[in-house]
């Protein structure tokens, strides 16, 4: 599990493990740092500011490729795409600067960061509130495209595949359509959009309003891949190799750096 739904809401479990590892740093920096209300705060302020902004600019940095292909993504600070190493130098660096008249509370202060985000990190890799979810391979299921032919999924082996699941009604899932309508132009990408629980005429009304054109546009109006995939929401995108294992899994928004990325290391 990579997200949890909180009503309609997705939050990534990641994000979680940074407000506990948040939460938990402010609590140690009051009981042991000894700064003064307005001193801590805006430490504390600061640092979490310090720690987004230098994380998001290392991520686009390190997919710069991505990020001049589509530059307004880089401001989309809801989508994923930070860097932890990053973040936790500019934090550092704020820390040293905030904190440059007291050494000793300056090397109390950058050790309780250091510990926060080791923590994070942590959480991170072992992922005690995730583990593997969903199908190991493309699931044997048929279903219908918009002209009401039927195609089963393991049919379309043979290539890598991403199979994502969306509604007209899920503003991410609207948002990242565009993007996945670009990747199903590339000769060695199948791209499987299954709308899943609606009728046949809202699907096709949008599709052809936005000027969107797939293969592979299918529909799931029983949601069977919400089940198989078990997805706690919309949009889920699943990556399958030419040998239709699952190799990559998202719940929530899909990026253009996080698609690219998945492509060039399958």
């Known amino acids: 599990m990579d997200a949890i739904a909180l009503g309609p ?15 938990l740093l ?55 795409g930070y860097h932890g190493l990053w973040g936790l130098l500019a934090a550092l660096i704020w820390t ?5 008249d007291n050494l000793l509370r300056l090397i109390g202060a950058m050790a309780l960061t250091l510990g926060a985000s080791v923590l994070w990190l942590t959480l991170v890799t072992l992922a005690p509130l995730g583990g593997e979810a969903g199908p190991r391979t ?3 299921l048929a279903l219908e495209n918009l002209e009401g032919e039927t195609v089963n999924l393991r049919d379309l082996g043979g290539e890598r595949l991403v199979l ?46 936005q000027g969107l054109d797939f293969r592979y546009p299918l529909r799931d109006p029983r949601q069977q891949l919400m089940v198989l995939s078990e997805s706690p929401g919309l949009p889920t995108t699943l990556l399958f190799d030419a040998e239709g294992r699952l190799v990559e899994r998202h719940v929530g928004e899909l990026t253009r750096a996080q698609l690219e990325a998945w492509l060039a290391d399958h």
């Open 138 to 140: 493309l699931p044997d």
């Open 26 to 80: 402010l609590a140690a920096a009051w009981l042991l740092l000894g700064l003064s209300g307005p001193a801590r705060a805006r430490w504390f302020n600061g640092l979490l500011l310090a720690w987004l902004i230098g994380a998001r600019l290392g991520h686009v940095a390190l997919n710069l490729d991505a990020y001049v292909a589509a530059p307004l993504d880089a401001l989309k600070l809801w989508q994923p």
């Open 164 to 209: 994502n699941l969306w509604a007209t009604w899920c503003p991410p899932c609207r948002r990242e359509l565009p993007l996945l309508a670009e990747a199903d132009r590339r000769d060695d990408l199948t791209v499987v959009v299954a709308n899943q629980g609606e009728a046949l005429l809202p699907v096709v009304r949008y599709l052809d309003e």
């Open 96 to 100: 040293a600067w905030a904190l440059r």
């Open 9 to 23: 809401v997705l939050i990534a479990v990641p994000r979680l493990y940074a407000l506990a590892c948040a939460a």
